[in-house]
């Protein structure tokens, strides 16, 4: 069986090494991709099918049916914004649909404030090998296949 992890974001689709943070950049929290996302203020959406099991404003886990559980987390070092410039739409526990909008941010603002707004999308509790198609090096917008996650 194969889970679709869709984009959260609109952006350019780079390697987690592209991450300025060495705990993504290394995948210590685990394999996937990061969206170098647009300059605009936008909806972040669920990246498959789930239920909301981590929720911040800056980052969330959407776990699936079968247990595959996907962080997104918008920007780096965020998390010393408490909060400022996210809008959150959703509550822990709620059931979302692929694409279903969870935050509203602007990656701009995130980074005129100093902070990088690469979003890591991270598949938790994976191996590498777990990963295939990885649209790496393309354009996105929210929704788009990352990659497929055989489980």
């Given at each position: 069986?194969?889970v679709?992890?869709?984009?959260?974001?609109?952006?350019?689709?780079?390697?987690?090494?592209?991450?300025?943070?060495?705990?993504?950049?290394?995948?210590m929290?685990?394999?996937?991709?990061?969206?170098?996302?647009?300059?605009?203020?936008?909806?972040?959406?669920?990246?498959?099918?789930?239920?909301?099991?981590?929720?911040?404003?800056?980052?969330?886990?959407?776990?699936?049916?079968?247990?595959?559980?996907?962080?997104?987390?918008?920007?780096?070092?965020t998390v010393?914004?408490?909060?400022?410039?996210?809008?959150?739409?959703?509550?822990?526990?709620?059931?979302?649909?692929?694409?279903?909008k969870?935050?509203?941010w602007?990656?701009?603002?995130?980074?005129?404030?100093?902070?990088?707004?690469?979003?890591?999308?991270?598949?938790?509790d994976?191996?590498?090998?777990?990963?295939?198609?990885?649209?790496?090096?393309?354009?996105?917008?929210?929704?788009?296949?990352?990659?497929?996650?055989?489980?």
């Open positions: 069986m194969s679709r992890v869709g984009s959260p974001v609109a952006g350019r689709v780079v390697a987690l090494s592209e991450v300025p943070d060495q705990v993504f950049a290394e995948a929290v685990g394999p996937g991709v990061a969206v170098e996302p647009a300059r605009v203020k936008a909806d972040v959406v669920s990246p498959l099918d789930g239920t909301i099991v981590t929720l911040h404003p800056h980052a969330f886990v959407v776990a699936g049916a079968d247990g595959a559980a996907v962080l997104v987390h918008l920007g780096i070092d010393k914004r408490k909060g400022e410039g996210f809008e959150v739409h959703v509550v822990k526990g709620e059931q979302v649909q692929a694409g279903q969870i935050v509203t602007d990656p701009a603002e995130v980074e005129a404030a100093g902070y990088a707004p690469i979003c890591p999308v991270i598949a938790l994976a191996t590498a090998e777990a990963l295939g198609d990885l649209a790496l090096g393309v354009d996105v917008t929210a929704n788009d296949a990352l990659f497929d996650w055989s489980r």
